[in-house]
């Protein structure tokens, strides 16, 4: 029982090993074409795609617990950004103490074929899988999603 106890665990890690090496092959991929076709960065990019999503614009916070970074790295992008032109800081409706950052026009229309790119890439990056493949592991990271959110509300 305990070498098979024992096995299962390193099958586990020998996956997250896996897992990982995935991601960071494919999120390397993207970080150099994004450099390489756009001047920009995954960061950066990521930050344009949340307020993309959210057109009344998001709090620094809110920013900040999406990307999951620190709010000196949300300011910090967010200056670059706002110097370029493609995101706009304005007062907070109801938090006079906050501000909401949104896209501006030429933001959205940068992150509009930023994103067709880089769906593109995306789909050729995953193209050693089948449709039926990549429905499979969809739905298996979904349990997965599911059963972390499980353990992390556990902890709280």
Same mark, same amino acid.
């Given at each position: 029982?305990?070498?098979?106890?024992?096995?299962?665990?390193?099958?586990?890690?020998?996956?997250? %090993?896996?897992?990982?090496?995935?991601?960071?092959?494919?999120?390397?991929?993207?970080?150099?074409?994004?450099?390489?076709?756009?001047?920009?960065?995954?960061?950066?990019?990521?930050? %344009?795609?949340?307020?993309?999503?959210?057109?009344?614009?998001?709090?620094?916070?809110?920013?900040?617990?999406?990307?999951?970074?620190?709010?000196?790295?949300?300011?910090?992008?967010?200056?670059?950004?706002?110097?370029?032109?493609?995101?706009?800081?304005?007062?907070?409706?109801?938090?006079?103490?906050?501000?909401?950052?949104?896209?501006?026009?030429?933001?959205?229309?940068?992150?509009?074929?930023?994103?067709?790119?880089?769906?593109?890439?995306?789909?050729? %990056?995953?193209?050693?899988?089948?449709?039926?493949?990549?429905?499979?592991?969809?739905?298996?990271?979904?349990?997965?999603?599911?059963?972390?959110?499980?353990?992390?509300?556990?902890?709280?």
């Amino acid at each position: 029982m305990e070498s098979r106890l024992h096995d299962g665990d390193h099958q586990a890690l020998r996956l997250w %090993l896996r897992l990982l090496a995935c991601t960071t092959r494919i999120e390397d991929q993207i970080r150099q074409r994004l450099r390489n076709d756009f001047g920009t960065t995954l960061p950066r990019f990521d930050l %344009l795609a949340q307020l993309e999503r959210s057109p009344d614009g998001l709090t620094m916070r809110e920013l900040s617990q999406r990307l999951m970074v620190t709010g000196g790295n949300v300011t910090g992008i967010t200056d670059q950004l706002e110097a370029e032109g493609l995101v706009v800081r304005e007062p907070h409706p109801s938090d006079r103490r906050s501000v909401t950052v949104r896209l501006t026009p030429a933001g959205r229309r940068q992150f509009k074929r930023m994103a067709a790119t880089h769906e593109g890439w995306i789909v050729e %990056l995953l193209a050693g899988w089948s449709p039926e493949e990549k429905t499979q592991v969809y739905a298996l990271l979904a349990g997965l999603k599911g059963h972390l959110a499980q353990l992390d509300a556990a902890r709280r």
